[in-house]
């Protein structure tokens, strides 16, 4: 997976997150940071940094580990699967 990729997923998980939890943009992004800087990270415009990344996770309640735990796509999974089977 690459950087590129790997950004979408995060910022579509953060919204995910978001949209499961039925908060605003504006109760995510609170009093730490802009609602137009946040709706730039969730849409994919801007990758979170590390403190946007803990501010949002703290915003949702949950762990940043849980925004960073997106799904391998089938051909990475594919590849861990011949990775492991050749050992």
Do not use: W
Not at 17 to 23: A, N, V
Not at 45 to 66: D, W
């Amino acid at each position: 997976m690459d950087y590129v990729t790997f950004q979408e997923k995060v910022c579509r998980r953060i919204k995910d997150l978001r949209l499961e939890k039925k908060m605003t943009q504006e109760e995510v992004s609170g009093l730490e940071m802009g609602v137009r800087a946040y709706q730039r990270i969730e849409s994919g415009g801007n990758a979170p940094n590390l403190q946007s990344l803990f501010r949002i996770a703290n915003a949702l309640g949950v762990h940043p580990r849980e925004i960073l735990n997106v799904p391998l796509t089938e051909d990475l999974q594919i590849k861990k699967k011949n990775i492991t089977n050749s050992k």
